[in-house]
Nanobody, 120 residues
Framework: QVQLVESGGGLVHAGESLRLSCAAS????????AGWYRQAPGKQRELVAG???????NYADSVKGRFTISRDNAKNTVYLQMNSLKPDHTAVYYC??????????????WGQGTQVTVSS
């Protein structure tokens, strides 16, 4: 059973930091591309940060300079470091990853979501 399990969300005050983790488990060879999305109540889900299999990254304009996506291949984990948090960052954050299941087959997976709440 291949799955992504998220952790690290919670309640913080404005200006503080959080690091979200997304751990992949099950039978697969490696993590290829990965990304983080978020969805606030009444809003569409939006891409926050993405990383290609080669390590190139991209970010939503609203989080550039504040958020950093990274990957630890030895731990099969993708991270989102969030610094200088603001109340408008409050949302459910979802990780997604393309996993190499075999040398010939990739498959996309989603985490269960983790709540991030930033108070003023």
């Amino acid at each position: 059973q291949v799955q992504l399990v998220e952790s690290g969300g919670g309640l913080v005050h404005a200006g503080e930091s959080l690091r979200l983790s997304c751990a992949a488990s099950g039978s697969f060879l490696s993590i290829n591309a990965a990304g983080w999305y978020r969805q606030a109540p009444g809003k569409q889900r939006e891409l926050v940060a993405g990383m290609t299999g080669g390590g190139s990254t991209n970010y939503a304009d609203s989080v550039k300079g504040r958020f950093t996506i990274s990957r630890d291949n030895a731990k099969n984990t993708v991270y989102l470091q969030m610094n200088s948090l603001k109340p408008d960052h409050t949302a459910v954050y979802y990780c997604t990853a393309v996993l190499s299941l075999t040398p010939w087959t990739n498959s996309n997976y989603w985490g269960q979501g983790t709540q991030v709440t930033v108070s003023s």
